[in-house]
Antibody, heavy 120, light 111 residues
Framework: QLQLQESGPGLVKPSETLSLTCTVS??????????WGWIRQPPGKGLEWIGNIYYNGNTYYKPSLKSRVAITVDTSKNQFSLKLSSVTAADTAVYYCAIIRRWQVRIDYWGQGTLVTVSS | NFMLTQPHSVSESPGKTVTISCTRS????????VQWYQQRPGSAPTTVIYEDNQRPSGVPDRFSGSIDSSSNSASLTISGLKTEDEADYYCQSYDSSPYVVFGGGTKLTVL
């Protein structure tokens, strides 16, 4: 059973870079069956897909966020990470890491989510 | 790119049946699988329907999914409503795999 755990600061200042890491357990991040993704949910609002990475480093980002987002993978640590630059209050959200089945593009596993607040 | 549009909210009484729609703005709803996720307050979403109409193990058969090409929409139907079904429901599909697309979510109230 794959499990995910997000980690990172819960408070980020405006204009700075939000950084989160997702640790995968119960399986290998080098699996060819999955994408590794990030999804966020502003308080009281809906789910928003941020982007995915494949084990080989290929990335896919939501077009409206592409200029500020970077997702990387560290196969040696079985982790993948999110960086979101130039944050504003609108980036305040619960951030989920997720495992996305490759061919069917469905979310098979979710992390518990971590709230990141952008505030000075 | 396309959008998935859901009603903001629906409500129904216990024991009744409710259907939540998810309409695709462009392209065919049948082109790409649709999933449905249930999210209770303070928790991560969980899958109630995947690949249009498949139920994960552990999800009651009161939950069913379908797609309708004539309306270009997917539907989640919950029969025999229980108070525990009260939650937010999201449809999800994808565009030019693996670009994930979510609907805006529907708040189900069971009263």
């Amino acid at each position: 059973q794959l499990q995910l755990q997000e980690s990172g600061p819960g408070l980020v200042k405006p204009s700075e870079t939000l950084s989160l890491t997702c640790t995968v357990s119960g399986g290998s991040i080098s699996s060819t069956s999955y994408y590794w993704g990030w999804i966020r949910q502003p308080p009281g609002k809906g789910l928003e897909w941020i982007g995915n990475i494949y084990y080989n480093g290929n990335t896919y980002y939501k077009p409206s966020l592409k200029s500020r987002v970077a997702i990387t993978v560290d196969t040696s640590k079985n982790q993948f990470s999110l960086k979101l630059s130039s944050v504003t209050a609108a980036d305040t959200a619960v951030y989920y890491c997720a495992i996305i089945r490759r061919w069917q593009v469905r979310i098979d596993y979710w992390g518990q989510g971590t709230l990141v607040t952008v505030s000075s | 790119n396309f959008m998935l549009t859901q009603p903001h909210s629906v409500s129904e009484s216990p024991g009744k049946t409710v259907t939540i729609s998810c309409t695709r703005s462009s392209g065919s709803i049948a082109d790409n699988y649709v999933q449905w996720y249930q999210q209770r307050p303070g928790s991560a979403p969980t899958t109630v329907i995947y690949e249009d109409n498949q139920r994960p193990s552990g999800v009651p058969d009161r939950f069913s999914g379908s797609i309708d090409s004539s309306s270009n929409s997917a539907s989640l139907t919950i029969s025999g409503l229980k108070t525990e079904d009260e939650a937010d429901y999201y449809c999800q599909s994808y565009d030019s795999s693996p670009y994930v697309v979510f609907g805006g979510g529907t708040k189900l109230t069971v009263l």
